[in-house]
């Protein structure tokens, strides 16, 4: 009787992006995207910081109004959107963060201009004759 070939079973390579949802990534912006929509709707009277904390009430709440399945995802990654929105706006409105977030800093490479330091300190300049050598050329006593 004669064998029977059987076909060989490769190696399968699954690619995936692991522990990424795209969907839920989507619906947490939508849910930022929601809560900035809020601060147009809401009367300029209220206090911020009130409202701030009114988005982290809902994107906390939301979730648990929904049953499970696929809307309690949905409701979660939304949730998650606004929360985060509302958390930002928190700090902001206690001052934690500033209001300039993203302001840039023009600085010439050129050298025609001051670099502003971080110390507020000069930097001092390093010219030739500063660095020190270490071919041994030069007569040190040790």
Same mark, same amino acid.
Request: glycine share 14%.
């Given at each position: 009787?004669?064998?029977?070939?059987?076909?060989?079973?490769?190696? !399968?390579?699954? !690619?995936?992006?692991?522990?990424?949802? &795209?969907?839920?990534?989507?619906?947490?912006?939508?849910?930022?995207?929601?809560? !900035?929509?809020?601060?147009?709707?809401?009367?300029? =009277?209220?206090?911020p910081k009130?409202?701030?904390?009114?988005?982290?009430?809902?994107?906390?709440?939301?979730?648990?109004?929904?049953?499970?399945?696929?809307?309690?995802?949905?409701?979660?990654?939304?949730?998650?959107?606004?929360? &985060?929105?509302?958390?930002?706006?928190?700090?902001?409105?206690?001052?934690?963060?500033?209001?300039?977030?993203?302001?840039?800093?023009?600085?010439?490479?050129?050298?025609?201009?001051?670099?502003? =330091?971080?110390?507020?300190?000069?930097?001092?300049?390093?010219?030739?004759?500063?660095?020190? =050598?270490?071919?041994?050329?030069?007569?040190?006593?040790?």
């Amino acid at each position: 009787m004669a064998k029977k070939k059987h076909k060989k079973k490769g190696h !399968r390579r699954h !690619r995936a992006v692991s522990g990424i949802n &795209v969907s839920d990534v989507l619906f947490a912006v939508m849910g930022g995207v929601g809560a !900035r929509l809020v601060d147009k709707v809401a009367p300029k =009277t209220f206090n911020p910081k009130m409202i701030a904390g009114a988005k982290i009430l809902i994107g906390v709440g939301l979730p648990m109004l929904t049953k499970s399945g696929k809307s309690k995802g949905i409701a979660t990654a939304f949730g998650t959107g606004v929360a &985060v929105i509302g958390v930002n706006d928190l700090l902001k409105a206690f001052g934690v963060l500033g209001e300039d977030q993203d302001a840039t800093l023009d600085i010439s490479l050129d050298g025609d201009e001051d670099v502003p =330091t971080i110390t507020g300190e000069d930097v001092p300049t390093i010219t030739g004759e500063d660095i020190p =050598t270490i071919t041994g050329d030069e007569d040190d006593e040790y």
